[in-house]
């Protein structure tokens, strides 16, 4: 820049330019300058981008701590969304989860109400088939009876005597009764021998009581003297020794 240029930027002119400096606004120095030449406004260009760069520097630091402020509330509040998000997820897991023990649990039930159901049916058709299985109990045939007399008694002896299969008729029976006893159930023989050996014969066919408690017949009275064990004792003992009362003629 030549001399005399320079020469020209007087101490009010170089005030001038600090102020705009100190400020920033380039508009004061052409203010401040009326009437300045060529050079000399390339001069205060000059000036004004010398000053321009310290402006624009702490423009830019406030932006980039803005900047950097927002950023971090953009990140919290992302950091608090997923977080959110999270929460949420998980307790909709916790609901999901809490919803499908509750239908097994349901679904458990109602499977063990059925099977109790069906046991129960089970069991009352179990039951109902015994009750069907079981016969009902027979009717007791009626006792039979028998006239007390000779008759009565022979039939009697022939019907126990079928049960425990002794052979006898009713002829043969009656033959022997007739001539043992003449038909007397109280018969007994005090004079033969063995009355005289203590062991008196008794009854329709005159048993002696070794004899007849011997060939008793079950399901017939002890008592010598009642006709119808006296007769199936008797006949019991001839069908042993002579194969039937019917072979018995005489004295046996």
Known sequence: MPKHALSRFNRSHKLGVAGVA???AAALIFAAVPGADADQGKTQATAIENVKPVAFSAVGTAARAQ???IAKQADASAAKGKA???AAAKKAAEKKAAAEKAAKAKAAAAAKAKAEKERRAKQAASRSTVRTAIPAAAPKPAVKT???NLDGWIRES???MAQKG???SYNGIYR???RESSGNPMAINLWDI?????IPSKGLLQVIDPTFKAYHVAGTSWNIYDPVANITAACNYAADKYGSMDNVNSAY
């Open 22 to 24: 100190a400020a920033g």
């Open 194 to 198: 063995n009355a005289q050996n203590g």
């Open 176 to 178: 022997n009764i007739i």
């Open 146 to 148: 028998y006239p007390n």
């Open 67 to 69: 900047q950097a402020t």
């Open 84 to 86: 959110e998000a999270a």
């Open 158 to 160: 022939l019907h126990v």
């Open 166 to 168: 002794i052979p006898g």
